[in-house]
């Protein structure tokens, strides 16, 4: 099997860096999103994200003619799919939250017409256990001509394999290239087939499964940080209650030999960490009790941070009585759901400024230097401006985001200014 053109289907945080990586190994790859600006941009060179050196590979690769973006699959050799794959979200307070696989349905409908025997269809998208057997479903429904793995096994037409990325946002590139790769083909010939296409540009080591475990390995990769970053968390809200200096105990902790305790954060965002806990939790809410445990840690978290600023600013206005709570300026700084990126995706961050927007009667100012414009999703009460402009106007800092440019700041920029430390920015 030969792998002279490739569809990405989905132009995003991760579908946009495969594309290019496979593209900088020059094999022709079209590039398939619903976004129609995204498109436009990509055609133009350019990129639509923040994502380190992937402006000049996807230059390269649109200049050279190996990347191409549409709305519309046309027909290739391999399929990639790297769509989005949220909950179901039935409100915060909501203990088994369903996937929604609408996302990977809708991307089945659409490559289904331009498949032809011999096409590899892989699903990178983060998925719940069995996504990929119904992904296969759903191809076989729309295409009764072609023959399935479920149905005819090593002899099918078609070869479907789940393949997801663990990569950090920020080194994209790096660990696409770098990184193991766990393949999980419905049979081995998928197994084999999707191991030879991420050969093309993968250096670290493609590791052969079955399409299950693959889901589920990813899947476990997310929960296991969830839950180190749920201790974390659990440990600032009792050193707060303790009069404990969260940051000095886990630094003199991480000093024994064995223990690497991660720091606390505003909660959990990005759309992996995040979600995929409750994937598990949705398939087995029976077994999964720790699992289920950390993640309402750390969805609990940002309320924790909206009360600590509420009661600074009533401690404010103790120590000030000729002011009201209207004469009160919040900053808060970040909106990313990590450090040095521009992804809002489930970030803590932005529920955080929404709801300090809804609840405080004075002005709401948010810190973000990764993004260009204020999301829509923001009340209009909220006001974007830089980090010079907040600290001369507020008087209640709420840490959110360690970005390196916060690091920066000088101490006595902070001085005479009231602040709420939800992540660690040491010059504070």
Same mark, same amino acid.
Request: with cysteine; charged share 20%.
């Given at each position: ?9 989905? /132009? ?6 495969? &594309?290019?990586?496979?593209? #900088? ?49 046309? @027909? ?16 915060? *307070? ?14 089945? +409908?659409?490559?289904?017409?331009? /498949? *032809? ?23 076989? !429904?729309?295409?009764?001509? /072609? ?40 049979? =081995?010939?998928? #197994? ?18 079955? &399409? ?15 839950? %180190? ?11 707060? +209650? ?7 105990? $886990?630094? /003199? ?9 991660? *720091? ?9 960490? &995040? ?6 939790? #949705?398939?087995?809410?029976? *077994? ?7 993640? !309402?840690? %750390? ?8 009360? +600590?600023? +509420?009661?600074?600013? &009533?401690?404010?206005?103790?120590? %000030? ?26 970030? @803590?961050?932005?529920? $955080? ?14 810190? !973000? ?39 920066? $700041? =000088? ?18």
């Amino acid at each position: 099997m030969s792998f002279n053109t490739i569809s990405m289907i989905g /132009l995003g945080y991760i579908g946009l860096p495969t &594309a290019a990586a496979f593209a #900088s190994r020059k094999v022709k790859v079209i590039g398939v999103d619903i976004n129609q600006h995204a498109v436009e941009t990509i055609n133009k060179g350019q990129i639509h994200i923040v994502e380190p050196d992937l402006d000049m590979v996807v230059h390269a690769a649109v200049s050279e003619g190996y990347l191409r973006a549409t709305t519309t699959p046309e @027909p290739a050799e391999a399929f990639l799919i790297a769509v989005p794959t949220p909950f179901i979200d039935n409100g915060k *307070q909501t203990n088994n939250r369903a996937p929604d696989l609408s996302y990977i349905a809708s991307a089945a +409908k659409a490559i289904a017409p331009v /498949l *032809q025997k011999g096409n590899l269809v892989i699903l990178e998208s983060t998925s719940p256990v069995g996504a990929t057997e119904q992904l296969a479903a759903w191809l076989a !429904e729309a295409r009764p001509d /072609l023959s399935f793995p479920q149905t005819h096994g090593e002899a099918s037409d078609i070869r479907i394999a789940h393949c997801p990325e663990r990569v950090l946002p920020g080194h994209v590139l790096r660990e696409l290239v770098q990184n193991d790769r766990v393949i999980g083909g419905m049979t =081995p010939k998928c #197994s084999a087939a999707a191991a030879r296409l991420y050969k093309t540009f993968v250096v670290g080591e493609c590791v052969i499964t079955n &399409a299950r475990t693959a889901e589920m390995c990813k899947l476990t990769e997310n929960s296991f940080r969830d839950v %180190n970053i749920a201790f974390a968390n659990e440990l600032s809200i009792i050193c707060d +209650k303790l009069d404990i200096n969260v940051w000095e105990l $886990i630094r /003199l902790a991480n000093r024994h030999p064995r223990v690497n305790i991660l *720091q606390p954060g505003p909660g959990v965002g990005g759309h992996c960490i &995040a979600v995929d806990p409750w994937f598990i939790v #949705s398939k087995t809410p029976e *077994q999964a009790r720790l699992i289920r445990a950390a993640r !309402e840690v %750390n969805d609990s978290k940002p309320e924790w941070v909206i009360n +600590k600023v +509420k009661l600074t600013v &009533a401690d404010y206005l103790q120590a %000030n009585p000729e002011k009201t709570a209207r004469d009160v300026t919040i900053a808060c700084f970040g909106l990313a759901f990590k450090a040095d990126i521009d992804d809002l995706r489930e970030s @803590p961050a932005m529920d $955080i400024v929404q709801s300090l927007a809804d609840q405080h009667p004075g002005p709401v100012l948010a810190v !973000e230097p990764n993004i260009k414009a204020k999301p829509a999703s923001l009340s209009d009460k909220v006001a974007l401006v830089s980090a010079e402009a907040a600290i001369q106007k507020m008087q209640i800092a709420v840490l959110l985001v360690a970005h390196k440019s916060f690091r920066e $700041i =000088p101490k006595s920029n902070w001085s005479n200014k009231q602040f709420i430390k939800a992540c660690s920015i040491l010059q504070v």
